[in-house]
T-cell receptor, first 119, second 110 residues
Framework: EAGVAQSPRYKIIEKRQSVAFWCNPI?????LYWYQQILGQGPKLLIQ????????DSQLPKDRFSAERLKGVDSTLKIQPAKLEDSAVYLC?????????????????FGPGTRLTVT | DAKTTQPNSMESNEEEPVHLPCNHS???????IHWYRQLPSQGPEYVIH???SNVNNRMASLAIAEDRKSSTLILHRATLRDAAVYYC???????????FGAGTRLTVKP
């Protein structure tokens, strides 16, 4: 089966510019995640969607970051305006379910990420 | 959230076993222990998970201490393709909230 697709793979922008990332999860996966991974650190969850609703966005800097998941499939993550400290790899992941309220634990499948450089 | 402590880096020789330790002394009784790994220039991938009993799959084995305060990921015969950052993640049973630490960077020497 096809994996999680992300585009673009690389992006270079100047500070204060805007940028958007796109993610297409594995078909049938209800839950979608966006992570930020700064060089030398582990990924940090930014936002989690269950179908097209937000489950957790507590670590999303809402003054500049926004995300949406239209029709419960594809998702976009936007940064406006970008700061130097936003330079990172942005990873999208998906899983069958969120596991909330259930007893099954669903593996998360990650895409290759988008490497953002803000100059 | 349970905190984890892993070595920053480890080295292994090809075709030898590797034991990657993780301390999670604040883990709760309902946290599963997950391991993911991240190959260079790729997103993380699932390796294995367990609750109390030792677990085996085609990729690795997971040995969990009786008091659950530590665990060890075992790669039985390391290959060059196993060079990656390995993350140990306590994960609450009912959520998909995974808190990654810095992980252990495994280098495999030919």
């Amino acid at each position: 089966e096809a994996g999680v697709a992300q585009s673009p793979r690389y992006k270079i922008i100047e500070k204060r510019q805007s940028v958007a990332f796109w993610c297409n999860p594995i078909s049938g996966h209800a839950t979608l995640y966006w992570y930020q991974q700064i060089l030398g650190q582990g990924p940090k969850l930014l936002i989690q969607f269950q179908n097209n609703g937000v489950v957790d966005d507590s670590q999303l800097p809402k003054d500049r970051f926004s995300a949406e998941r239209l029709k419960g499939v594809d998702s976009t993550l936007k940064i406006q305006p970008a700061k130097l400290e936003d330079s990172a790899v942005y990873l999208c992941a998906s899983s069958l379910e969120s596991g909330i309220g259930g007893t099954r634990l669903y593996e998360q499948y990650f895409g290759p990420g988008t490497r953002l450089t803000v100059t | 959230d349970a905190k984890t402590t892993q070595p920053n880096s480890m080295e292994s020789n090809e075709e030898e076993p590797v034991h990657l330790p993780c301390n999670h002394s604040t883990i709760s009784g309902t946290d599963y222990i997950h391991w993911y790994r991240q190959l260079p220039s790729q997103g993380p991938e699932y390796v294995i998970h367990g609750l109390t009993s030792n677990v085996n799959n085609r990729m690795a084995s997971l040995a969990i201490a009786e008091d659950r305060k530590s665990s060890t990921l075992i790669l039985h015969r390391a290959t060059l393709r196993d060079a990656a950052v390995y993350y140990c993640i306590p994960r609450f049973l009912y959520t998909n909230d995974m808190r990654f630490g810095a992980g252990t960077r495994l280098t495999v020497k030919p």
